[in-house]
């Protein structure tokens, strides 16, 4: 089956007739307003809604991190929200310089109930909502364009009176033109304007205008020319506190989001990782850290992702994906050799307190509270630079590059052969039965060898370079019956303090390899490194030996 035609059932959306926009040459140099609404317009798209005890976890998560405006539900509609709300008020529990808000239609018993819900509290969010784009007018409502003004300027008026009769509380009024994203701009300013002209704000108490994206039916830039638009034609323009609350239908939201803030919203509403109706709201996370990697504080605090995901998950029930960004389980993850060598070598060149610069990295996942444990991690995808790093932070050292060619052949085999991922416990372990048990029962005096039962005493040095190298390596030779070329030879100071040695030996006629050793006694390390050598040569000749036999 084919998809039909899309130009037969489906019309592109208008673009908006707007000469000079200014938003695309300006740069966003400051935060937003953030107002979560993860306890309203999240928790009603949840399969099961959060309790009480659920909402009272996330509310004070959401504080921590630094929420100042956090809409807790929508009391008129729901006992547990009445309930809810009246918890936060009774016990106390509102910071005082966190606001509240709570939703409410255009009808009066909804209003008198919403207001009997946030009675006593020092100060509030009342947000207004109704519908005015055309299919709603014609579909659902049945209302023209008069009426649905009317019906928003009734519901202010209310609003108005109710919070008049309460003068112990500061009382802020938002108004929400529900589908703005699909409505006439013009009639969007002209119900924003009417509702203005009831609530009457002054610059001293501003009132806030919300601009939703109930359904996202159009490219972001479509959306900031509506913002701009409004911005500058609004009425009380220097009295509103203009806001943005974009849904993710196109996948488009966070882009929406900020493109809207360079438009000129002052705010912005969204939940935490994206939670909401159909594809969500805008991710309030991804919004905040994309401004933090861009060098400005968005006063959120993330240093604890995992912390926030963990509360976040549990009370939505809903599993953050390990893809998602800045949050998920893998998104600091490398699997491709490519990506893991250019991510070690930027941590290897990487210094203290200077601008960061990993690549494959926009930020440093220490800042969110992440380790760097599972920046790279080894499947039959990887290279050698995964299992370099994860032998770097399992052994404490680095081994030289054509051992990292070396050992990366083994570690492929044990990927292609599981078809899993090897951890990092695991290449060290590999590495280790590789190279340091192919040392044999080499002595641990450093002055004599026994090798294969056979005793020979060892050149002594005080430095262990490649001509004490040769000079131990003639000496195994003399025992092992075979000759032993070195070819190459190098040394790294590991974590401990300890001297590892990397030499490269050609034994008879085979291929060279590579023996590996770590001591606290260089020559020792340059003895058992050599060792390791000649028997990492005779393991593989039997290991090729063996294979015949099985083939045959």
Not at 105 to 121: D, Y
Not at 134 to 158: H, Y
Not at 211 to 220: C, D, F, S
Request: one cysteine or more; aromatic letters at 8%.
């Amino acid at each position: 089956m084919m998809m039909r035609n899309p130009s037969e059932k489906y019309r592109p959306f208008p673009q908006v007739n707007l000469n000079g926009r200014r938003w695309p040459t300006r740069k966003i140099e400051r935060a937003p307003i953030w107002m979560s609404t993860d306890l309203r317009d999240g928790n009603q798209a949840l399969i099961d809604p959060m309790s009480i005890e659920a909402k009272l976890e996330f509310f004070e998560m959401l504080v921590a991190v630094g929420f100042k405006e956090i809409e807790v539900g929508f009391p008129s509609a729901s006992q547990t929200d009445f309930d809810f709300v009246r918890k936060l008020i009774v016990e106390n529990r509102v910071p005082a310089d966190v606001t509240i808000e709570v939703l409410v239609q255009s009808r009066r018993e909804l209003i008198e109930r919403t207001f009997e819900a946030v009675e006593g509290a020092p100060q509030v969010i009342v947000h207004l909502y109704n519908a005015i784009s055309p299919s709603f007018r014609k579909i659902v409502f049945a209302q023209s364009k008069e009426e649905t003004k009317a019906l928003a300027v009734e519901g202010t008026r209310i609003i108005k009176e109710c919070a008049a009769a309460r003068p112990g509380t500061h009382w802020i009024y938002q108004y929400s033109p529900e589908t703005f994203s699909m409505t006439e701009l013009s009639f969007s300013r002209e119900v924003c304007d009417a509702v203005a002209q009831m609530w009457r704000p002054t610059s001293a108490h501003k009132m806030i205008v919300n601009l939703p994206a109930t359904v996202e039916a159009a490219m972001p830039n479509v959306f900031a020319d509506q913002i701009e638009w409004m911005d500058r034609n609004m009425s009380f323009r220097d009295s509103i506190v203009l806001s943005v609350h974009p849904h993710n239908d196109r996948g488009t939201a966070v882009a929406a989001a900020e493109l809207a803030i360079l438009a000129g919203a002052d705010r912005v509403e969204g939940c935490l990782f994206g939670n909401g109706e159909r594809t969500g709201n805008v991710d309030l996370v991804t919004l905040a850290m994309n401004l933090y990697t861009q060098g400005i504080d968005p006063g959120l605090d993330f240093s604890d992702i995992d912390g926030v995901r963990r509360v976040v998950e549990r009370c939505n029930q809903i599993p953050v994906h390990p893809r998602h960004p800045y949050a998920g389980d893998l998104v600091f993850t490398a699997f491709s050799g490519s990506h893991q060598d250019a991510i070690r070598k930027g941590f290897a060149q990487r210094e203290a307190d200077t601008v960061w610069d990993v690549p494959y990295l926009p930020i440093d996942p220490a800042d969110l509270g992440r380790s760097y444990d599972a920046v790279i991690r080894v499947n039959s995808q990887s290279g050698k630079g995964g299992a370099t790093y994860l032998l770097e932070r399992g052994l404490g050292f680095t081994p030289p590059r054509r051992v990292q060619i070396e050992f990366s052949h083994a570690v492929q085999k044990v990927a292609d052969a599981s078809g899993a991922e090897v951890s990092g416990e695991a290449i060290c372990a590999l590495f280790k039965r590789e190279y340091f048990d192919a040392q044999g029962p080499a002595s641990r005096d450093a002055s004599t060898l026994d090798f294969d039962g056979r005793h020979v005493k060892l050149p002594v040095s005080a430095v262990a370079d490649e001509a004490h190298a040769q000079a131990v390596a003639a000496a195994v030779a003399s025992v092992a019956s075979v000759a032993i070329e070195v070819t190459s030879f190098e040394t790294a100071a590991t974590a401990k303090g300890e001297t590892a040695v990397f030499i490269g030996c050609r034994i008879g006629d085979q291929a060279m390899r590579f023996g590996v050793a770590v001591n606290a006694n260089a020559s020792q390390a340059v003895a058992d490194a050599i060792v390791s050598a000649v028997n990492r040569v005779r393991w593989a000749g039997r290991k090729e030996v063996e294979s015949e036999a099985v083939e045959a």
